[in-house]
């Protein structure tokens, strides 16, 4: 069992690779004349260093003799247990430090690489992200078109495939409660997570005025207290498993698909992804009708394949007692008048009912899921 937290081989800091890293930055002219630790009395040559303390260089570049502090973060529980973590918190110090009056200036961003080599970051205005390109057609249109033509055996398949597939990248847990906490804060609190999506919903809004959503918050927060008792279930999670981030490929035989756009750290509660892909059946099945919400037909079966197929392969009944605060997230998204704007409005009142039953439920029953949308 892995912990949750990072585990890399220490990062070391040598006066040779600091000084290749000034050349970068001042210029080819620039050398180390002292090296220490702040706080220490005296130089300490050309050691190595750890990074539990910032660093004073003392160096010369173009003819003048300059000082500076290079300062590494820990990791630690409070949100920074992954390099990104920290990395966000060094690029906005960097960014913004010569605009506040009396503070310290940057004098360069910079990281360290799989060999401890350091380089320079150069004004960076925007980051990117080259991925490679897999063939596939994005799994919701298999969804309208199950609509549209009905589900094939196929289709069912598909469905049981992904559950098998959470089902085993789900096995794989970790040890960290401080990391399942953060996960647990985050899905309240964070500003793509349930708070953040209840202030970008239409305010007030007469399909769900003010007081239904303070009482939902309320709701969620007694759930965050319950999931106290859960922080054995960290385990590896996608984060965003839904259907417009599903590629699957062929028409028939064995299922095959690949997965886009990870999202939100590389373990949290499985829950999270279940509920994610779960509720995207309930949505396209409540999408094809014209009357009240029900979830019933080719939808029903795909929702209850995935379901029995996800039980089946993990034993994971526990999964029941804290799925809901996950359901209300989701729901929130699909729910939105920003993001499916073209909802029929007893379909997004559905979707909206069943956020606010589901937490009433100390067991979610996937079987009765209609109960939570009348």
């Known amino acids: 069992m892995r912990t949750g937290t990072e585990e890399k081989t220490p ?3 040598s006066s040779a690779g600091i000084q290749a890293y000034l050349r970068q930055v001042f210029g080819e002219d620039a050398r180390v ?5 702040i706080g220490q009395p005296g130089a300490q040559g050309m050691k190595d260093f750890g990074y539990g303390k910032p660093l004073r260089i003392e160096f010369t570049a173009a003819g003048k ?4 502090v290079l300062s590494v973060m820990r990791g630690d529980k409070y949100g920074h247990q992954y390099y990104w973590d920290r990395a966000a918190i060094l690029m906005f110090q960097h960014e913004t430090a010569a605009r506040l009056p009396r503070h310290v200036r940057s004098l360069g961003l ?3 690489d799989a060999q401890d080599r350091m380089h320079a970051v150069s004004q960076p205005k925007e980051f990117f992200l080259l991925t490679e390109f897999v063939e596939g057609r994005d799994y919701y249109l298999d969804l309208e078109r199950v609509g549209r ?3 094939r055996e196929a289709d069912l398949e598909m469905a049981r495939s992904f559950a098998a597939w959470l089902a085993e990248i789900h096995a794989e847990k970790a040890s960290d409660a401080d990391l399942y ?3 647990v804060r985050n899905l309240l609190g964070a500003s ?6 209840v202030d970008a919903y239409p305010h007030p809004w007469p399909l769900f005025p003010p007081e239904r959503f303070q009482a939902l918050e309320r709701r969620v927060v007694d759930w965050r207290w319950k999931l106290r008792r859960y922080v054995h279930r960290l385990s ?5 498993f839904h259907p417009w981030n599903v590629l699957v490929r062929g028409a028939g035989g064995a299922p095959d698909f690949s997965v886009l756009d990870r999202s939100r750290g590389e373990f949290g509660e499985p829950a999270d992804d279940v509920a994610t892909m779960s509720l995207n059946f309930v949505l396209f099945g409540l999408s094809n009708q014209t009357g009240a919400p029900r979830l019933e037909g080719d939808f029903e079966r795909l929702h209850a394949a995935f379901w029995e197929t996800y039980l089946e392969r993990t034993g994971d009944e526990e999964i029941l007692e804290v799925i809901a605060p996950f359901y209300v997230f989701r729901g929130l998204v699909i729910a939105s008048p920003q993001w499916y704007p073209r909802h029929p409005e007893p379909v997004r009142a559905g979707l909206l009912h069943f956020m606010e039953r589901v937490l009433e439920d100390e067991r979610f029953d996937w079987r009765g899921v209609n109960k939570y949308l009348s």
């Open 11 to 13: 990062l070391r800091m």
């Open 33 to 37: 004349t002292w090296l220490g630790e």
């Open 65 to 68: 003799r300059r000082a500076a």
């Open 110 to 112: 910079g990281y360290f």
């Open 149 to 151: 033509e009905g589900a």
């Open 181 to 183: 906490l953060r996960r």
């Open 192 to 197: 793509e997570c349930i708070m953040g999506l």
């Open 236 to 240: 590896v999670v996608h984060g965003d």
